[in-house]
Nanobody
Framework: QVQLVESGGGLVQPGGSLRLSCTASRSIFSRFAMGWYRQAPGKERELVAHITNGGFTNYADSVKGRFTISRDIAENTVYLRMNSLKPEDTAVYYC????????WGQGTQVTVSS
């Protein structure tokens, strides 16, 4: 059974930080690079960052220098550390393989607002 479970979202003021976590089924985690995606209201889902099995990382220009993706292979978990958050980072955040599989979790809401 494929599972993707995201957590760690919340309400934060501009300039604040959050760390998101995602635990994935071994069937995804061991076979794919992993990515964090987000979907803001009225917008399409977009890739935020991804990390390969070898540890190579890549980021969308909008988050480069502020977000850091990492993974714990033993725990089948991928993290997204988000610093210097902006209101435009407000979205539901999802993890998935990279490229994305057809399976999606429930996501975790991140709201950046004063």
């Amino acid at each position: 059974q494929v599972q993707l479970v995201e957590s760690g979202g919340g309400l934060v003021q501009p300039g604040g930080s959050l760390r998101l976590s995602c635990t994935a089924s071994r069937s995804i985690f061991s076979r794919f690079a992993m990515g964090w995606y987000r979907q803001a209201p009225g917008k399409e889902r977009e890739l935020v960052a991804h990390i390969t099995n070898g540890g190579f990382t890549n980021y969308a220009d909008s988050v480069k220098g502020r977000f850091t993706i990492s993974r714990d292979i033993a725990e089948n978990t991928v993290y997204l550390r988000m610093n210097s958050l902006k209101p435009e980072d407000t979205a539901v955040y999802y993890c998935n393989g990279y490229p994305a599989t057809i399976h999606w979790g429930q996501g975790t809401q991140v709201t950046v607002s004063s």
